[in-house]
Nanobody, 116 residues
Framework: QVQLVESGGGLVQPGGSLRLSCAASGFTFSSYAMSWVRQAPGKGLEWVSDIDSGGGSTYYADSVKGRFTISRDNAKNTVYLQMNSLKPEDTAVYYC?????????WGHGTQVTVSS
C-alpha cells in the first residue's frame, strides 16, 4: 500500500526558508512522478509542483515559481520541496502525492506557517 510521510514544516518568518521532505513506500518510487500540493486555511487544494520519475523535468505553479525547488532522491524514495523567500500566503498544510494509478493516497501533511 502506498504510504507518504511528509515532514519539515514549521514556523518561519517572511523571507525565510524551509525544506520539506516526503518519504514514500509501498510502490516503485523511481517509476512515478510526484507532486506537492497545499491547502491554506479555509481554502481549497492548490497544486504547487510536479517532478517526473527521473527528476529531469519539474513544473511549478506561478505563485511559487522562482522561490520553490522540487527534487527527488530515488535511492532514498524521497521527494523534497525547498522553499525560499517564503511569504505569509505560503502558509498551508503541504502534502505530497504520487502518480500511482488508483486511489489517491494522502499522508498527514506538514504544516508551514509564515509569520512574523
Amino acid at each position: 500500500q502506498v504510504q507518504l510521510v511528509e515532514s519539515g514544516g514549521g514556523l518561519v518568518q517572511p523571507g525565510g526558508s524551509l525544506r520539506l521532505s516526503c518519504a514514500a513506500s509501498g510502490f516503485t518510487f523511481s517509476s512515478y512522478a510526484m507532486s506537492w500540493v497545499r491547502q491554506a486555511p479555509g481554502k481549497g487544494l492548490e497544486w504547487v509542483s510536479d517532478i517526473d520519475s527521473g527528476g529531469g523535468s519539474t513544473y511549478y505553479a506561478d505563485s511559487v515559481k522562482g522561490r520553490f525547488t522540487i527534487s527527488r532522491d530515488n535511492a532514498k524514495n524521497t521527494v523534497y520541496l525547498q522553499m525560499n523567500s517564503l511569504k505569509p500566503e505560503d502558509t498551508a498544510v503541504y502534502y505530497c502525492l504520487s502518480s500511482v494509478p488508483g486511489p489517491v493516497y494522502w499522508g498527514h501533511g506538514t504544516q508551514v506557517t509564515v509569520s512574523s
